[in-house]
């Protein structure tokens, strides 16, 4: 995928690209994926100080039939144009899905984020999720997190909020449609 910038005269100013692949053999199953954001050097409003924005991602899986494991990794870069420092960091995560009945199941993962040069936060994420399918298309679910962060850092069970402690714990419910 390729996305053109939206800046006249610039096709590198604000473009995006991904791409990826996949592979699957019976039950075993794998993913990379690569994407790169550039930043709007020109831009003034608003001020765009990020020169790109950069994530490499991988998973693997293997269905058991009713348990499902699956195992992933990230790696973050965000660099400006600026006198700010470069943001890095690496993902690691471990995860499982439980097929109690055809219609519930349940899901679990461990999230853990390294985080390179900023900050020595180095927050892990617990999640539990629960499923209940009324349809093929839509399904019943709750869910929970746990979030904790080292050295007294501020974590957040939400990536867009800025949390307020070391340690968020949150629940959520709500029906999924899929159109």
């Known amino acids: 995928m390729y996305g053109f910038g939206n800046v006249p005269g ?94 519930f199941s349940l899901f679990a993962a461990v999230y853990h984020q390294d985080i390179k040069d900023a900050s020595d936060a180095d927050p892990t994420l617990f999640s539990l999720r629960a499923q209940y399918a009324l349809s093929k298309r839509t399904v019943l679910y709750m869910a929970g997190g746990y979030a904790m962060a080292k050295h007294d850092n501020a974590v957040s069970l939400s990536r867009d909020l800025t949390g307020a402690a070391d340690t968020q714990a949150g629940v959520t419910a709500g029906i999924q449609h899929r159109f």
Do not use: C
């Open 10 to 103: 610039s096709m590198k100013s604000s473009s995006k690209y991904d791409f990826g692949f996949g592979y699957e053999n019976g039950p075993f199953a794998a993913v990379a994926t690569f994407d790169r954001q550039n930043g709007a050097n020109d831009s003034v409003t608003p001020a765009d100080t990020t020169n790109y924005i950069q994530g490499i991602h991988a998973g693997v899986s293997y269905d058991f039939g009713a348990v499902k494991a699956m195992a992933g990794y990230r790696n973050y870069r965000r660099t400006f144009h600026t006198t700010a420092p470069t943001q890095r960091s690496d993902m690691y995560w471990l995860g499982g899905q439980y097929d109690v009945t055809p219609f």
